[in-house]
T-cell receptor
Framework: GEDVEQSLFLSVREGDSSVINCTYT??????LYWYKQEPGAGLQLLTY?????DMKQDQRLTVLLNKKDKHLSLRIADTQTGDSAIYFC?????????????FGQGTILTVHP | DTAVSQTPKYLVTQMGNDKSIKCEQN?????MYWYKQDSKKFLKIMFS???????INETVPNRFSPKSPDKAHLNLHINSLELGDSAVYFC????????????FGPGTRLTVL
């Protein structure tokens, strides 16, 4: 079955870059997503990448995908205290899975001033 | 102009009661979902509906009954509530066949006493 794994904690200083890593097992994954959850709030879609891409950049966010190793990463440049949140990696096989998302357990990012 | 809305935001109830959570989306999407987030922040899909038809039912007890009166609404009714049902329930919606990108509601925190 599908499995998505993330490291649980990451702590960085304000202004540094943050890199959150994710591994997945489903080779039929079509889209991979990063969601952000702030305390007491819902999930906010940050970005997604299609499985035939290696990289996607969106302002301070860079997503890298190594399909051979089934490894996904999210880099946040110039990390700010407002970036402190839980970051979830998720994947879907698309097609007849009707968008069933399988989530990692989330990485708690703490940004220190 | 909220995209995906849920009511109520908080729900506190006694064991054995029956309760409902409502979800509405105004994005024109054709697929809606319910996810459960447990106390360790782990997110797991429960149901999905495509054009009012049940597509995914992930080994959820039959005390949970989703109902989709139309494409814009997906409600979740829970009978005979148990302590283990305490969690945050998220509704989401997407347009299948696109990137399956799902947009989440703010969540309903259910506490069963």
């Amino acid at each position: 079955g599908e499995d998505v794994e993330q490291s649980l904690f990451l702590s960085v200083r304000e202004g540094d870059s943050s890199v959150i890593n994710c591994t997945y097992t489903d080779s039929s994954s079509t889209y991979l997503y990063w969601y952000k959850q702030e305390p007491g709030a819902g999930l906010q879609l940050l970005t997604y990448i299609f499985s035939n891409m290696d990289m996607k950049q969106d302002q301070r966010l860079t997503v890298l995908l190594n399909k051979k190793d089934k490894h996904l990463s999210l880099r946040i440049a110039d990390t700010q205290t407002g970036d402190s949140a839980i970051y979830f990696c998720a994947e879907t096989a698309g097609g007849t899975s009707y968008g069933k998302l399988t989530f990692g357990q989330g990485t708690i990012l703490t940004v220190h001033p | 102009d909220t995209a995906v809305s849920q009511t109520p935001k908080y729900l506190v109830t006694q064991m054995g009661n029956d309760k409902s959570i409502k979800c509405e989306q105004n994005l024109g999407h054709d697929t809606m979902y319910w996810y459960k987030q447990d106390s360790k922040k782990f997110l797991k899909i429960m149901f999905s509906y495509n054009n009012k038809e049940l597509i995914i039912n992930e080994t959820v007890p039959n005390r949970f009954s989703p109902k989709s009166p139309d494409k814009a609404h997906l409600n979740l009714h829970i009978n005979s509530l148990e302590l283990g049902d305490s969690a945050v329930y998220f509704c989401a919606s997407s347009w299948t066949g696109n990137t399956d990108t799902q947009y989440f509601g703010p969540g309903t925190r259910l506490t069963v006493l």
